[in-house]
């Protein structure tokens, strides 16, 4: 009754901003991501009869019951319970090799690990559909860190109908994803709160318009390896996302002057021949999307910057899988 996962977080490059239903986590529009290979939550899950309720411990910190992170562990493993027939209480334990809640998306690998790790530990046997549909109700961009590599998240109807696969294998397409820490402050509004109020900016229906374009559009590049037409099409995705946000009610600012300083930057040296686009999430670091060739530059240019730091570079990676070595 126990067992160890490790999931990838990933990197949209058409986002998952807004629910039409929030019971189900229905995202309002499908999304396509890249998983990352060096942003990596591993999470182990016993239940067990001797358990009087669920206890969590999150990069060594362990979570009142009552706290908001404890309650969210507990209604998902609720989930697997009741999928497992199981009554038990669970033993949590979980780590990020990377810092939480500053736009790096540990909600998608904190809830992929869970949700595969629980669903080991409680001894069902599900598809990786199955996987995804679960993990969503976790954290909608979870899902699509459980198929390997480049992912689209259909946004469906139904419970059943909205879930994750796998558009290539993590080997399709050498892109690299060179994360910019620019600060370990911690975001006021997180995205699953931050996405209700996605519907109340005046462009949201625009965006909405034109998103069906856009994702057969990335769909396209991708397969082609067209890196210009698709890096161009990543970093207006995400200037537009954060449009939406600032222009919400209640506006959301995710930017520091550090996010704006580097976003600029990336322009200018890609005006002068180093081919870069980024791309912001819930948070102030930055991904920046580049080929293998060009790291070492980009990365010399980076570390140059006292705003910078810390840099994590990241390739394509497999989705979420069981491990040998349990936390505990
Ligand atoms: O799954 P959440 O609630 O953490 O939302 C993720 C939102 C973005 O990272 C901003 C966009 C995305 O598609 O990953």
Not at 35 to 43: A, C, G, K, Q, R
Not at 179 to 204: I, T
């Amino acid at each position: 009754m126990k067992a160890t996962a490790i999931a990838p977080s990933n990197v949209a490059f058409i986002k998952y901003w807004g629910r039409k239903n929030e019971v189900l986590r229905l995202p309002t529009n499908g999304s396509i991501s890249m998983n990352l290979s060096s942003l990596l939550t591993t999470t182990t899950v016993e239940f067990s009869s001797n358990l009087q309720q669920d206890a969590v411990e999150i990069n060594g910190q362990l979570f009142a019951p009552d706290s908001a992170e404890a309650r969210r562990v507990t209604s998902h493993l609720e989930r697997v319970r009741q999928q497992a027939g199981l009554r038990y209480s669970a033993r949590v334990v979980s780590e990020n090799n990377f810092p939480a809640s500053t736009g790096l998306s540990s909600s998608a690998s904190g809830f992929a690990a869970l949700t595969v790790a629980a669903a080991a530990a409680a001894g069902l046997n599900l598809s990786e559909k199955e996987l995804s549909i679960l993990a969503r109700q976790g954290s909608g961009s979870a899902c699509r860190s459980i198929p390997d590599g480049f992912v689209e998240w259909l946004d469906g109807d139904t419970d059943e109908s909205s879930f994750s696969m796998s558009l290539h294998p993590h080997t399709h397409w050498q892109l690299v994803d060179v994360v910019a820490v620019v600060s370990r402050e911690k975001k006021e509004v997180g995205s699953s709160q931050g996405q209700l109020a996605a519907a109340s900016s005046p462009f949201f229906s625009v965006r909405l318009s034109r998103l069906l374009e856009k994702l057969s559009r990335a769909r396209a590049l991708l397969k082609q390896r067209n890196f210009t037409d698709l890096g161009e099409l990543i970093e207006a995705e995400a200037v537009e996302m954060h449009a939406i946000m600032l222009t919400s009610t209640p506006s959301l600012m995710y930017w520091l002057p550090a996010t704006v300083k580097i976003m600029r930057l990336i322009r200018k040296w890609r005006s002068e021949g180093l081919e870069v686009y980024f791309s912001v999430n819930t948070g102030q670091d930055v991904h920046l999307i580049c080929r293998p060739d060009d790291v070492e530059t980009l990365t010399g240019r980076l570390r140059d910057l006292p705003e910078v730091s810390n840099l994590i570079i990241n390739t394509p990676a497999p989705g979420t899988r069981l491990a040998e070595q349990h936390l505990f």
